[in-house]
């Protein structure tokens, strides 16, 4: 492995991990609606113009449009909206330990829909092991009032649907033929469509233009949901998808120390445990799998293996 190629891991899994701590901040002065709707068209943005500069276009064909509709609702609207009112009840550090179960609800979602052939012993193992971990991050026995409850079971709706999205664009967008940046700019160009389309229900309201707010609004949009992307494909380009894959292992690492460290939420052992057993689960649900990574949480994530 080359110093470069980890440094850019190093990057891209501080980049994607810190999301759920600029989704907090973002709160402070947007609806879940603005925040996701700011974030989503700056992500798009980006990507339009890094096609502008190396000569692409987004697709044209009507009936790549639809797959990339369908796509976008599940892997970016859905999702990044859930985590945002979630992160209205739940620390980010909660939040983003949430999230590495991605990978588990991927598989359990494509064994589901006969995408994924039957698993071994151990890859099974791994996967129940995962939700273990799962349901020890929720510990709804530890919340009679269910208010804590609510939110994570939102991110973990989020992060079932994110797995939803990877299996539904495996099947019916990664046979295009088209670069990933051109379906990821498409993806997301479509997700911000969506979001439009609901700022009538939680978008209209007057925000709060608090400077830590906006910035951390234009870091996520910008940063995390657009150029991260293209650092994604630099690092799959020039050190390989095994690589790459790795950022899944770092990503609720840097969600639950940067939580902790930046907004003093609570760094409980259970929690910790939790995460462990889950990226235990996710490692041995990818042993003797095949060596890919799936395109991106845009176009979707190759953050989250299958």
């Given amino acids: ?31 879940p609606v603005q925040l996701t709707w700011t974030r989503l068209t700056l992500g798009a943005a980006v990507l339009v113009a890094v096609l502008a500069l190396s000569a692409r276009t987004l697709p044209r064909q009507a009936q790549l449009w639809k797959r990339l509709a369908l796509a976008a609702l599940l892997g970016n609207a859905i999702p990044y909206l859930l985590f945002g009112i979630a992160e209205q ?8 330990a949430i999230n590495a179960t991605t990978p588990l609800w991927t598989l359990a979602i494509a064994l589901a829909v006969r995408a994924q052939p039957a698993l071994g012993a151990l890859r099974l193992i791994g996967l129940l092991l995962g939700f273990l971990g799962t349901l020890v991050i929720l510990a709804p026995w530890e919340d009679p009032g269910h208010a804590h409850l609510t939110g994570a079971l939102l991110c973990l709706a989020a992060s079932a ?6 299996v539904y664009v495996g099947r019916f967008l990664t046979n295009t033929g088209l ?5 990821s700019a498409g993806q997301l160009t479509a997700a911000a469509g969506w979001l439009t389309l609901s700022l009538p229900a939680g978008g209209l309201t007057a925000p709060t233009w608090r400077a830590d707010a906006v910035t951390a609004l234009l870091v996520l949009g910008a940063l995390g949901t657009g150029a991260a992307y293209v650092l994604n494909y630099r690092i799959i380009a020039d050190d ?10 770092l990503l609720p690492v840097v969600a639950v120390l940067l939580g902790a460290l930046v907004l003093n939420e609570p760094l409980t052992l259970r929690m910790l445990a939790g995460v462990f057993v889950v990226l235990t689960g996710v490692a041995l649900t990818r042993r003797h799998a095949p060596k890919h990574v799936p395109p991106p949480p845009v176009g979707p994530r190759s953050d989250q293996p299958s």
Avoid at 179 to 183: D, I
Avoid at 240 to 249: E, K, Q, W
Wanted: glycine share 10%; proline share 5%; no cysteine.
């Fill in 89 to 96: 009840r739940i620390s980010s550090s909660l939040a983003g």
């Fill in 161 to 166: 649907s994110y797995g939803a999205s990877y």
């Fill in 179 to 183: 670069p990933p940046v051109v379906l």
């Fill in 1 to 31: 492995m080359r110093p470069a190629g980890l440094l850019r891991v190093a990057t891209l899994a501080l980049i994607w991990g810190s999301a759920f701590l600029w989704i907090k901040l973002s709160l402070r002065g947007f609806s």
């Fill in 240 to 249: 390989g998808a095994l690589l790459a894959s790795t950022v899944t292992y």
